[in-house]
Each structure stands twice: as C-alpha cells, then as structure tokens.
C-alpha cells in the first residue's frame, strides 16, 4: 500500500506550464509547507529545497535543522519548503489525473528538469508576494535547485547554501541513476498503468541507491559480519532488502523514474556558455557544503562550485555516512553555518585566499 502524504497547502497554477523539454502541463499544483510568520519585508525568508525523495514536510525530514530552538527556527522565520514536481508528495506528479484525458498520467508524465522545478517554485513565490529570499538552502537534488534558481534570478536570493550538490551531474551520477532505471524497466509490471507499477523494481533501485547514498566504510561500521552461519542472511543482505521495502512504503516508481531524470538534467551551463560563466553569475552570498565521504556527488563537485561562485565560502565536512550525511549531520552543519553566517556578517571569505593558492599551485581538493 502506497502512504498519500497529507497535504499542507496547495497552489494552483490553472495555466498551461510550459517545459524546457518543449512539453506542456496543462495546470500544476504544488504541495508546500509554510512555517513561522512571514515579515513584512520577507527578511526572514528561508526556502528549503529538499531532495529526492523527499517532501514538503522539512520538520520531518530535516529535523536537526528545521523546528522550533534550531537554526531554522519557526518562531523566528518564515520558512518554506515545496514538494518537487513529479514527486508523490501532493504536486503535480504522474499519478494525477491530466485534465486533458481525465486519467492519471502514470507513463506519459513529461519528461522535466531542474529549471522546471525552479520555474513552477517561481510562481509560488510570486503568489505568496515573496519578494527576496534571505536563505535558500538545499542539498543534493534540493542543493541543485538552489544553485540554478540563484543564477537564473541573481537579485532574489541573498545567501545561498549548497550542500553535497553540483553544477552538473556527472556522467557517474546518470550511471547509477540509469542503473536504477533499468531495475524498474525489467519488473514485468512496469508496463500496467497503475499505482503499483514497477514497485518491485523500485526497491531494487532504492538498494543500488543506497550503495551510493552511503559507501564502504558506512557499511562495515553499520552492516559489519555478524559471524552468520552459511546459507544465513547477512545484515548487509537484510539491510538493502529492508530500505527497498522501506521507499516502497512511501513512494511510486513513476516519481523515482522521472526524478532520477531531473536530477540527470542538472546542467547550470546549458545555454549559458558553460557552469563557469553560469555560475559567475550569483550575487548571493554562498556557503558550499561537502561530504568528504560522498560516493555520489565527490566534493571535488562542491570545490568546483565554491571556485566559480563569487566570494563563495567551502566548508568540507567529515561523516561517516557519505552522500546522506547532508541528512544526517545536523549538527555539523548547523555548526559549520552558525560559523559563516559570523563571517558574512564581518564580510571576509576564509577560503578566499586558500582558492587562489590553490589555483597558483594547480592543485585540486581530494
Ligand atoms: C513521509 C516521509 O517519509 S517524507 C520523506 C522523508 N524522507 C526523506 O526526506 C528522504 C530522505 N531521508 C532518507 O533518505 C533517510 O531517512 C535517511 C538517510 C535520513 C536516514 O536513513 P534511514 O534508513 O532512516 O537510516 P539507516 O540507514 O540507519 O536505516 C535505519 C533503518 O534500517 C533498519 N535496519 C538497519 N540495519 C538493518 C539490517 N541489517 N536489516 C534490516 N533492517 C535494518 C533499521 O531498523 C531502521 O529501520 P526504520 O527506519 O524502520 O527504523
Ligand atoms: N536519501 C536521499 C538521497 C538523495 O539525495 C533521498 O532519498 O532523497
């Protein structure tokens, strides 16, 4: 049984939306969560982006951050956070019913990007009268929100904080994101129109995920051999079993095909003359967050970022858990923030100089 999520608000956009693809929605609905009391002058907005699976509720998925006596603290900001188009979450994804023919939309979703995302958020903004952004934050596909949403509107957003993301996805990350596809593609039910879809196949591409999500270290500390007797199932075999079931619960693979696109699309460079001149564009004062640990998305990916953003702070964090520490690492992140946010305020860049000697000795950051 798929779980619905329950919807907080829900905007409608009752026009045709148009894709960068060249496909249209013919209307869209995005589910959003609304926390805190916005200030007249929306100098205490903050717009979470959230990732790939999952949803508006930021509380919930984000709660070392996120909730009342944290660093995003409702009592004191408005903050904001929208589930994506093509997820499952309450937007507009392929289990609604296309006005056009009155049935779900299922296999003929269209294909969407990044900057779709990004555009439909535009709207929402625009409806709730949100003139600036003062933060918007986001990791890995929330992360790629944030970075093209601040090149494509340079003036909105004041600061910028990207966490285990990048300006391109890397032909590894569509790798594995293709990998995952075709563990859908080859469950025999993938081919009905309904609901359950291709479910089986999802939890097969959820297990490869999470071998990305996480990597060797995380799983010999967290999965170590337990001395099973021969024939009997390894915790590491039970782990990717369980977390395959776990996705199943809460999610459809119609979203995890279309989404693994969108993430597939990130591009900031697409008809801008590449990431570097694309990403010279922010205004935003940016902190650039990175795993150490990130099997998926390197923090060679981060330090590319942090180099092309101007005046862009890098802060390398040390996890255990790889890719997913941006979910896990509350605590290291609210410290590294608290930490930049001191030094936005003195306006110096501790990395600045670090870039340049970098950049004179022709070193990269492993
Ligand atoms: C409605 C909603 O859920 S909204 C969306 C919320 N989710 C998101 O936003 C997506 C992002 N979140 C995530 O990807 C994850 O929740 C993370 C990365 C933050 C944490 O991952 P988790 O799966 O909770 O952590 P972890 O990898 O430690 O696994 C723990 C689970 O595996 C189970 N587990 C651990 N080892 C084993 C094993 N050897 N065999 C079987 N099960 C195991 C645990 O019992 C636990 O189960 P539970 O989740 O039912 O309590
Ligand atoms: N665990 C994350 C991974 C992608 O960043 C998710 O499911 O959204």
């Given at each position: 049984?798929?779980?619905f999520?329950?919807?907080?608000?829900l905007?409608?956009?009752?026009?045709a939306?148009?894709?960068?693809?060249?496909?249209?929605?013919?209307?869209?609905?995005?589910?959003?969560?609304?926390?805190?009391?916005?200030?007249?002058?929306?100098s205490?907005?903050?717009?979470?982006?959230?990732?790939?699976?999952?949803?508006?509720?930021?509380?919930?998925w984000w709660?070392?951050?996120?909730?009342?006596?944290?660093l995003?603290?409702?009592?004191?900001q408005?903050?904001?956070?929208?589930?994506?188009?093509?997820?499952?979450?309450?937007s507009?994804?392929?289990?609604?019913?296309?006005?056009?023919?009155?049935?779900?939309?299922?296999?003929t979703?269209?294909?969407i990007?990044?900057?779709d995302?990004?555009?439909?958020?535009d709207?929402?903004?625009?409806?709730l009268?949100?003139?600036?952004?003062?933060?918007?934050?986001?990791?890995?596909?929330?992360?790629q929100?944030?970075?093209?949403?601040?090149?494509?509107?340079?003036?909105?957003?004041?600061n910028?904080?990207?966490?285990?993301?990048?300006?391109?996805?890397?032909?590894?990350?569509?790798?594995?994101?293709?990998?995952?596809?075709?563990?859908i593609?080859?469950?025999?039910?993938?081919k009905e129109?309904?609901?359950?879809?291709?479910?089986?196949?999802?939890?097969?591409?959820?297990?490869?995920?999470?071998?990305?999500?996480r990597?060797?270290?995380?799983y010999?500390?967290?999965?170590?051999?337990?001395?099973e007797?021969?024939?009997?199932?390894?915790?590491?075999?039970?782990?990717?079993?369980?977390?395959?079931?776990?996705l199943?619960?809460?999610?459809?693979?119609?979203s995890?095909?279309?989404?693994?696109q969108?993430m597939?699309?990130?591009?900031?460079?697409?008809?801008?003359?590449?990431?570097?001149?694309?990403?010279?564009q922010?205004?935003?004062?940016?902190l650039?967050?990175?795993i150490?640990?990130d099997?998926?998305f390197?923090?060679?990916?981060?330090a590319?970022?942090?180099?092309?953003?101007?005046?862009?702070?890098?802060?390398?964090?040390?996890?255990l858990?790889?890719?997913?520490?941006?979910?896990?690492?509350?605590q290291?992140?609210?410290?590294a923030?608290?930490?930049?946010q001191?030094?936005?305020?003195?306006?110096?860049?501790?990395?600045?100089d670090?870039?340049?000697?970098?950049?004179k000795?022709?070193?990269?950051?492993?």
């Amino acid at each position: 049984m798929l779980i619905f999520y329950p919807l907080n608000n829900l905007f409608k956009y009752n026009k045709a939306f148009k894709l960068e693809a060249g496909g249209i929605l013919p209307e869209i609905e995005l589910a959003y969560q609304a926390l805190g009391k916005m200030n007249e002058d929306c100098s205490n907005v903050v717009w979470v982006c959230h990732a790939f699976t999952g949803s508006q509720d930021v509380e919930d998925w984000w709660q070392g951050l996120v909730g009342r006596g944290k660093l995003f603290d409702p009592d004191k900001q408005f903050i904001i956070c929208v589930n994506v188009l093509g997820s499952h979450y309450g937007s507009t994804g392929p289990l609604s019913i296309n006005p056009e023919t009155g049935e779900p939309y299922y296999h003929t979703f269209p294909f969407i990007t990044i900057r779709d995302i990004v555009n439909s958020f535009d709207l929402l903004r625009e409806h709730l009268g949100i003139k600036r952004i003062r933060t918007c934050i986001g990791g890995s596909l929330g992360g790629q929100q944030s970075v093209e949403w601040a090149i494509s509107q340079p003036d909105l957003i004041e600061n910028l904080i990207l966490i285990a993301t990048n300006a391109q996805h890397s032909p590894w990350g569509i790798a594995f994101n293709e990998s995952q596809r075709m563990a859908i593609e080859v469950d025999p039910t993938w081919k009905e129109s309904n609901p359950q879809a291709g479910i089986e196949g999802m939890k097969a591409a959820r297990a490869t995920a999470l071998i990305s999500y996480r990597n060797y270290e995380t799983y010999g500390v967290t999965q170590a051999r337990n001395d099973e007797p021969l024939g009997k199932v390894h915790r590491a075999t039970s782990y990717q079993r369980y977390q395959g079931e776990k996705l199943a619960q809460r999610f459809n693979a119609y979203s995890y095909y279309v989404l693994s696109q969108v993430m597939d699309s990130q591009d900031v460079g697409r008809g801008r003359g590449g990431a570097i001149q694309a990403l010279s564009q922010i205004k935003a004062k940016t902190l650039v967050m990175g795993i150490k640990s990130d099997a998926l998305f390197p923090i060679n990916e981060q330090a590319f970022l942090a180099k092309h953003i101007p005046g862009a702070t890098f802060q390398a964090l040390d996890s255990l858990y790889g890719h997913d520490g941006f979910l896990i690492e509350s605590q290291l992140i609210t410290k590294a923030i608290k930490l930049w946010q001191k030094f936005v305020k003195l306006d110096v860049n501790p990395m600045y100089d670090f870039f340049k000697k970098l950049e004179k000795k022709n070193l990269a950051i492993h």
